[in-house]
């Protein structure tokens, strides 16, 4: 889903770019803005094509405020049903699939059917010019059209026989231009671009632009031959009074232009000022080319968080597939630091904006074995790790105390004496004094959560010593808070052979709201 937000987005930074660029061009030739028009096209195929590139590339990053932050969320005791907790991650994805897959599948089926009608009246067409076969006349048709992809025919309506013979010129002029323009394959790149892009506006923008764009083109050849655009632009308007334009749905044609943009191309034919100059065909491709090339950098840039930082999520489910929620998910990494959060109601999990490397994610939850796993986090990535949780085993200890004296294992010869320092006498240290920690108000106003992880050595007197929090994308008022509370915990010390000593301890504060 995300390689898919960020075709959409850069796709539209080319296509809004080419839009206000042609406005500003708007007294250049139809065939160079037409050209733009063209690189747009061939972006929209190759930014999605490229998604291999991005998924394995960090990418340049963009630099973007984010706040880091761990997603720690309270458990809840009830566990999803076991039958649909495990599909609902996937569901909305395969809803995105199975839409876009009936939306391509009905443009497509729309696309070939049309075209095969049209194939059908070019075939069972008449010819009309004894020096020109490719130009055909037939009585199924209501406006011109060139048609065909390697080998183009001009249909004419078989009205067209009664039009004044220069306006019939003009027209065949403008048919003519677009087969030397290949305009076919441009048509083609145009509605292949929809049908993959179907559910994106812009995609619609840049295909109807371009169709508008090659429709001028063809007109300023017509006046470059010598007709004037008052007659031109008359026998036009004429066609549309008499509603010559199909407008059938699904319809494969390069009709003389829709009437909803009719009225903008009688403007453009009629421009004094407008540049009707003729391109080359190397010229357009250069152009062509400048744009698609264009797309390449925009490949390469990602929204991420700030470089070498990446994100790590997951779920967690049992042995039936249900989900397990609230269980406690540890990332410890291999720079040494260590995070902590747990799951959610849904079992699922996230870490966002942690550094880059190699990571040891342990989860824990009451009645299961501790799952382990190591899992590397790339920068401007996310990493994924699924869990199943197994049963924990039940161990048992029994002593079994008899009379006698045991065998002495000893390996000291027979009648030697040694004088041995018995040690191992530990006594725990003991928690005497821990007030009640206190939540901070703005994160209780803000419902902020989450779990604090400290570090600290008990000294020889009792007192927590060289307090630091472990996991650095804790809530800082939570930290805070946490760090002031243990600071006044006061224990026994610890006694090793009734000596006191200093021993490290890790204190787990989980901040939760009712």
């Known amino acids: 889903m995300n390689t898919l937000v960020e075709c959409i987005w850069k796709t539209g930074i080319v296509a809004l770019a080419v839009w206000m660029l042609t406005a500003l061009l708007h007294k250049r030739a139809a065939a160079f803005r037409h050209a733009l028009w063209m690189g747009v096209l061939v972006g929209f195929l190759l930014i999605p094509a490229s998604a291999p590139l991005i998924r394995r590339s960090a ?29 609902r991650q996937n569901d909305s994805r395969w809803w995105w699939v199975s839409a876009w897959i009936l939306g391509a599948a009905f443009l497509t089926a729309r696309r070939v059917r049309a075209s095969l009608r049209i194939s059908g009246i070019a075939r069972r067409s008449a010819s009309g010019l004894a020096d020109d076969p490719d130009v055909r006349f037939s009585s199924e048709i209501s406006a011109p059209l060139t048609w065909g992809f390697l080998d183009p025919v001009i249909l004419f309506p078989a009205s067209a026989r009664s039009w004044a013979p220069s306006f019939f010129h003009a027209i065949l002029e403008h048919e003519r231009e677009h087969v030397r323009r290949r305009d076919t394959v441009a048509h083609w790149l145009g509605e292949s671009v929809c049908i993959v892009w179907w559910f994106h506006p812009l995609a619609w ?167 382990s796993h190591a899992v590397d986090v790339e920068a401007g990535a996310q990493a994924n790790l699924d869990a199943v949780l197994s049963v924990g085993s039940i161990q048992e200890t029994i002593d079994v105390v008899a009379q006698g004296q045991a065998r002495n294992s000893s390996t000291a010869p027979a009648g030697e004496t040694q004088r041995i320092r018995v040690g191992g006498n530990v006594q725990a240290a003991k928690l005497l004094k821990q007030p009640k920690p206190v939540y901070p108000d703005s994160a209780r106003a803000q419902g902020i959560e989450g779990t604090v992880l400290l570090h600290a050595v008990i000294g020889t007197d009792g007192a927590p010593l060289s307090l630091s929090v472990v996991n650095k994308l804790a809530d800082p008022e939570l930290a805070a808070a946490a760090l002031d509370n243990a600071r006044q915990w006061r224990y026994q010390p610890t006694l090793l052979n009734g000596v006191p000593v200093e021993v490290e301890t890790t204190i787990t504060v989980n901040f939760r709201l009712q």
């Open 205 to 371: 923008l840049a295909r109807n632009r371009a169709a508008y764009e090659r429709e001028c083109a063809c007109d300023d050849a017509v006046l470059r031959s010598g007709v004037r655009a008052s007659d031109y632009a008359a026998g036009l308007l004429n066609i549309v009074s008499n509603r010559m334009v199909s407008t059938r749905k699904g319809e494969m044609q390069m009709a003389l232009s829709a009437v909803s943009r009719f009225e903008k191309r009688m403007t453009n034919l009629l421009r004094r000022d407008a540049d009707r100059s003729p391109v080359s065909s190397r010229a357009m491709l250069a152009v062509t080319l400048a744009v698609s090339a264009s797309v390449f950098p925009l490949v390469l840039l990602r929204a991420q968080a700030p470089a070498g930082q990446g994100d790590l999520a997951g779920s967690v489910s049992d042995a039936s597939g249900a989900r397990i929620p609230g269980g406690v998910v540890t990332v410890s990494g291999s720079g040494g630091n260590r995070e902590i959060t747990s799951a959610d109601m849904a079992g699922n999990w996230a870490f966002h904006g942690i550094p880059a490397g190699h990571y040891v994610v342990q989860m824990d939850r009451r009645g299961f074995v501790r799952y």
């Open 59 to 87: 990418g340049i990053p963009v630099r973007m405020p984010v706040r880091i932050s761990a997603v720690p969320l309270a458990p809840v005791p009830v566990s999803p049903s076991p039958q649909t907790a495990p599909a």
